[in-house]
């Protein structure tokens, strides 16, 4: 055993400073390789997951705002279609009220002028007949100045 | 054996030098400084300096070097999860397995940069390395071999309590279940020896054949077995650090 021991130069002290030196590489790696490295790549899992997360909830609120828009123009289109269907009949209506009032009107217009047409016309009928009598009476007079 | 043949032809102040020991540059306190200890901080220090500076603040946009980091952290604690069925089992031996086979690795690796086993004193006509290969060092192997026992065995207490463990070892139901508890116990203690000898023994065996290859044909030959050598130094750190969580998974499971 000693040969053993004296032929590899095997020496207690030796060992134990390399345990030491094993230790002391193991703090010393764990402080700034394994910690931090395990550290990130935990980190880097999360943040991959929550990505992923995000992207599908992201997708689902973009089908959902999508539906949500179709409904909406489909409503307006139907909405547009109601209003334009009710001014259409409105302005219909008011179209109607006005000929129909412009119809009174014109024909109390024409009913007024043929009024005042038949007084003009009794009027100079009148008048003419005044003036043909005096024509008349100054004529008689003309003939029987003549003849006397 | 090897050992005496390199000093004989050390005293030769020719041939190749190869020795079983490490390399001892000097004495702390009476403790040895071996060649294979200073390579061991040296490894340390560019680890820490550069995981403080490339990793410490990571983004969650990664840079380059933070992918790699990542993929390296990031698998390796997912292999545990898989094999461990478990995420608190593999968080709380994550550390352990992980060290082990960045630590291991970059020994191997950082043994086999030029200037490693060149860069040494030399006195009395003697040349010793100040940086030599860590795991040619028996010490530094049976290290890790510890750890990983110990981290193993820990692991079995924890999660099925000291007496149920021991029972998986020392149990009377009946004698074949007895020889069989023993033979576990064996094979269990020689774990240590397998740890800490096979990786010594392929990291030794690669520094040997390049060192007499580099003798021989010092051009061109070395490079294809350097980089054999740059496979089995990733291959060794895999290896140690799988079979410690291999066994940690043997450990808590339960005896039936």
Request: aromatic share 10%; proline share 3%; net charge neutral.
């Amino acid at each position: 055993m000693d040969e053993i021991i004296n032929a590899f130069g095997i020496d207690a002290r030796l060992i134990i400073i390399q345990v030491v030196n094993f230790g002391i590489l193991m703090v010393a790696l764990g402080y700034f390789l394994y910690k931090p490295i395990l550290r990130i790549l935990k980190e880097r899992e999360e943040k991959i997951t929550q990505g992923l997360q995000d992207a599908e909830a992201a997708a689902q609120a973009k089908a959902e705002a999508g539906e949500e828009k179709q409904t909406i123009l489909t409503n307006a289109h139907m909405e547009a279609g109601e209003v334009a269907k009710r001014a259409k009949t409105a302005a219909d209506a008011t179209a109607a009220e006005i000929v129909a009032a412009a119809q009174t009107k014109a024909g109390a217009v024409l009913s007024d002028a043929e009024l005042k047409r038949e007084q003009i016309k009794a009027a100079a009928l009148k008048e003419s007949e005044k003036e043909i009598a005096t024509l008349a009476v100054l004529a008689a007079e003309k003939v029987l100045r003549e003849k006397a | 054996m090897f050992s005496l043949i390199a000093t004989a032809y050390a005293a030769e102040e020719v041939g190749i030098h190869v020795a079983l020991k490490p390399y001892i540059v000097g004495h702390v306190f009476g403790i040895p400084l071996t060649a294979t200890l200073i390579t061991t901080w040296i490894t340390m220090f560019l680890l820490i300096v550069g995981t403080f500076f490339l990793s410490r603040k990571p983004t969650l946009i990664p840079t380059k070097i933070q992918s790699i980091a990542e993929m390296v952290v990031g698998g390796v604690y997912d292999y545990m999860s898989d094999v461990l069925e478990s995420r608190t089992l593999a968080r709380k031996y994550f550390p352990i397995v992980i060290t082990i086979f960045i630590f291991v690795l970059a020994l191997n690796w950082i043994g086999l940069l030029p200037g490693v086993t060149a860069i040494g004193l030399n006195h009395d006509g003697h040349f010793t390395p100040l940086l030599y290969p860590a795991a040619t060092d028996l010490n530094i192997t049976i290290a890790f071999a510890l750890i990983a026992f110990v981290t193993i065995e820990v692991a079995g207490v924890v999660a099925i309590g000291a007496f149920k463990y021991a029972g998986k070892f020392i149990n009377f139901h009946s004698p074949l279940a007895f020889i069989i508890g023993i033979i576990e116990l064996i094979s269990e203690l020689a774990r240590l020896i397998s740890f800490s000898f096979r990786l010594f023994g392929n990291i030794f065996a690669g520094k040997t054949l390049l060192v007499v290859i580099m003798f021989f044909v010092p051009y061109i030959a070395p490079v294809p077995l350097y980089g054999f050598e740059l496979f089995v130094g990733f291959i060794q750190a895999f290896v140690f650090a799988v079979l410690t969580l291999f066994f940690i998974k043997v450990a808590v499971a339960e005896p039936h």
